[in-house]
């Protein structure tokens, strides 16, 4: 039996913990980065980055990202992945303590080696250079590459609503 479409998109966000980030400069000059992240249970993406990255100040212009995630270790006869659009803000303070919480869980799930990585929440308060914060990507739109289709290599959109209330 083939798997469903949002069944194969939850494992490659669940399965994958970096993603690669496209922002865009005031002069139309394109950068991307690589970056560990997290999500919640809304599919907000999370990633933490100091605030002089030139991903960040791409952003401070202009909000509107692109990223992608897949697993660069499988065959590439076998490689599947997302292509997301979405928004970026800086995290609230109200939510940055569960979510500097998750996103250490998630990226990190040898407990030794989390020990070594986390960080206190109030360190992504601090100003003390380097400057640490976190991030919210808010995805606009999710595309899915259509694995039963095999005369080419199409794209399909998932409906965010339905990824949400999918089990």
Partial sequence: MNK????????????????????????????????????????NFYFTSELD??????????????????????????VDGLQIRGIVGEVDKDNLEKVVKNYYQFVFKDPKEREEWEAPYTYFLENNKPIYRFFQIMPTEIY??????????????????TLKEYK
């Fill in 53 to 78: 990255s030139q991903h960040i100040i791409n952003i401070i212009d202009n909000p509107n990202v692109s990223f992608t995630i897949f697993d660069s270790t499988k065959r590439v006869s076998d």
């Fill in 4 to 43: 469903n479409i949002y069944e194969m998109t939850k494992e490659i966000i669940e399965g994958n913990k970096f993603l690669s980030l496209a922002t865009v400069d005031n002069d139309g000059n394109l950068w991307t980065t690589p970056l560990s992240y997290s999500y919640d249970e809304d599919y």
């Fill in 144 to 161: 899915k590459r259509d694995t039963e289709y095999l005369d080419g290599d199409r794209r399909v959109k998932i409906d965010i609503d």
